[in-house]
């Protein structure tokens, strides 16, 4: 057993109590202590408090290393709850055509977009595929995320969406990350498919998704739920399908077109919805009701050139909100959670404590990983982020504050 000591930082967490923090307990649930400690025992914290008190606690145990935190503050690790950082190639090319003026959903209905990245994935070896993947997922680490999920949704076969899996798998391995894996093979109708979605429809129902399940390779099941991408009725019956198959069930839900993602969230008690751009404030009461964590996205609006996802509507309605980058080579290309929380103050007018919650422990819950990371009760995980500043509003304060992330733990140990 290895004991070590943490001291002298600034503590700042949201507090578990068993469920995401809504209303006004996403600002409430911060705890704040200005002089603290921890005391972490094989990578899961013991006890966390007010330093004379820790201190006293110490005194009696043995302590294998101790670490003087230089009084900096001390945040959960970022947990990034929708990403799409498994891909091959870039779209700058793409990107240009965007700024020209050409829709994102256009670029997709030509051939482009997803359809794009699908030609490369595709093409891709597994290890050149495990190798571009792995360089942004270290990066995000570097930039303070310890618990990530990765979806599939660029192989739409049976044979590439299980290279992508298997990869996504790997990044967990080869890693400090905690990775959770979700099935997007609902991500767009493929091009053999053109002209026939019934049939990719049947496909993924009846082939793609029992062997994922199968396999046990995949955590959850994701579906664009989108115009001209999956309607509300076939995401209806893919979830549905999952959830029979023991899958836990998110959706883009309303990114671009209001088409009711929201409410179907609600109806299948899927654990998040996401993206949420243009979603209605009836989807939005029926998340509310339902207790599905709305994931926010700010950095894909800021790409795709919109306005930011309703968050200070959502947290007035009790909607418990997460943030997440949904790094991907189309519509954000971005690892990084501490712009998104620079986004979500600046942009969507969260607080400094509500961000923070919906960036650890929010984000956990939209991930079923709330029992072992996203804050720092007594018995998680001890993955933590010290930051150069007074409070977590530095993240927001020096924007693009990267250089504030001083160091990364990971389960105790220096990741970064
Ligand atoms: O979350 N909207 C669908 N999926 C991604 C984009 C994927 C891509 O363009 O490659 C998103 O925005
Ligand atoms: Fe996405």
Redesign the pocket.
């Known amino acids: 057993m290895i004991r070590k000591l943490f001291r002298n930082a600034r503590v700042f967490s949201p507090w578990d109590e068993g469920s995401p923090a809504r209303g006004r307990e996403q600002q409430n649930s911060v705890r704040f202590w200005p002089e603290a400690a921890l005391i972490v025992t094989d990578g899961l914290i013991e006890a966390v408090g007010e330093e004379m008190e820790i201190l006293e606690l110490a005194a009696s145990k043995e302590i294998h290393q101790e670490v003087d935190c230089g009084g900096m503050c001390l945040i959960p690790g970022f947990v990034d709850p ?1 990403t ?1 950082m498994c ?1 091959a190639a870039n ?1 700058e090319g793409e990107f240009k055509e965007r700024l020209a003026g050409v829709s ?1 959903l256009e670029i ?1 209905a030509r051939g482009g ?2 359809l794009s ?1 699908v030609r490369e994935v595709r093409k891709a070896t597994e290890e050149e595929l495990l190798e571009e993947s792995l360089a942004r997922a270290l990066r995000a680490l570097e930039l303070g995320t310890t618990t990530m999920e990765i979806k599939s ?2 192989g739409l076969e049976t044979r590439a969406e299980l290279k992508m899996l298997r990869v996504i798998r790997r990044i967990s391995m080869e890693t400090p990350l905690d990775v959770v894996p979700t099935f ?1 093979g609902a ?1 767009a109708v493929p091009e053999e498919y053109r002209g026939n979605p019934q049939g990719y429809l049947e496909f993924l129902l009846e082939e793609m998704l029992p062997e994922v399940s199968r396999q046990g390779i995949a955590r959850f099941c994701d579906v ?1 739920c ?1 115009q001209g ?1 999956f309607s509300v009725e076939e995401s209806r019956r893919i979830l549905g399908r999952a959830s029979q198959l023991g899958l836990g069930l998110k959706i ?1 839900a309303d ?2 077109h209001d088409t009711g993602g929201a409410a179907l969230a609600a109806e299948l008690g899927a654990t998040s919805a ?2 949420l751009l243009a979603a209605s404030h009836e989807g939005l009461r029926a998340m509310a009701g339902a207790g599905v964590v709305a994931v926010l ?1 700010p950095g ?1 609006a800021l790409s ?1 050139k919109k306005p930011y996802a309703k968050a200070r509507q959502m947290i007035k309605m009790g909607v418990p909100v997460a943030l997440a980058t ?1 790094c ?5 290309y971005l690892e990084s959670i501490p712009l998104v929380f620079a986004l979500a103050v600046l942009g969507m007018g969260l607080s400094v404590e509500e961000a923070l919650t919906a960036a650890t422990l929010n984000a956990s819950y939209a991930l079923g990983m709330a029992s072992r990371v996203g804050s720092l009760n007594q018995g998680k995980q001890a993955d933590f982020v010290l930051l150069e500043g007074d409070s977590p509003a530095v993240l927001a304060y020096r924007l693009g504050a990267e250089s504030c992330i001083q160091a990364v733990y990971k389960r105790g140990e220096q990741v970064a």
């Open positions: 929708h799409h891909f779209r994102y997709l977009g997803i990245t949704g660029y997007l991500h664009f989108e991408v883009h990114e671009v996401e993206h996205l894909t795709l949904d991907n080579p189309g519509s954000c």
